[in-house]
C-alpha cells in the first residue's frame, strides 16, 4: 500500500488486517519503487494517485517496468475520467476512489487475486 498520508495508511492497515491480508505500506512512490527493486513480492498494490515528487502515474510506470505483471490498484480521491484512463493504459488492474469503501476495496482486492491464482 502506497500513499503518503499516515492517516490513510494506518486506516487501511487495520481495515486489510483484519481480513488476514499481510500488509507492507510505503509512503511515497520513490519508496515502493525502491522496495520492489529490493526484492519486496506483493500480491497486489494499493497505489495513491496524488502524491508529492512521484505520482502514482509514475510509480506505476515504474513498478510495472520492475514487474509486469505486478497487480495495482489506484486509489485517489480524484474522479477525473482522465486520470482513470491514463492508469488503465499503464496496466492497473482497477480504481478505488477515496473515501475508500471496505466493500468496493474488498472486491477490487478479490478480483486481483483471483486472477492471480487462476494464472498459476
Known sequence: ????SPEILRYLRVLLE?????VETAGNGMDAVRR?????TPSVVLLDLQMPGMDGLKTLESLRRLRPKLKVIMCSGSDDPHYKEQARALGAEGFVSKPVEHLRLSAALERC?????ALK
Open 1 to 4: 500500500m502506497v500513499d503518503d
Open 36 to 40: 520492489v527493486r529490493s526484492g519486496c
Open 113 to 117: 487475486l483471483t486472477s492471480t491464482l
Open 18 to 22: 483484519s481480513e488476514s491480508y499481510q
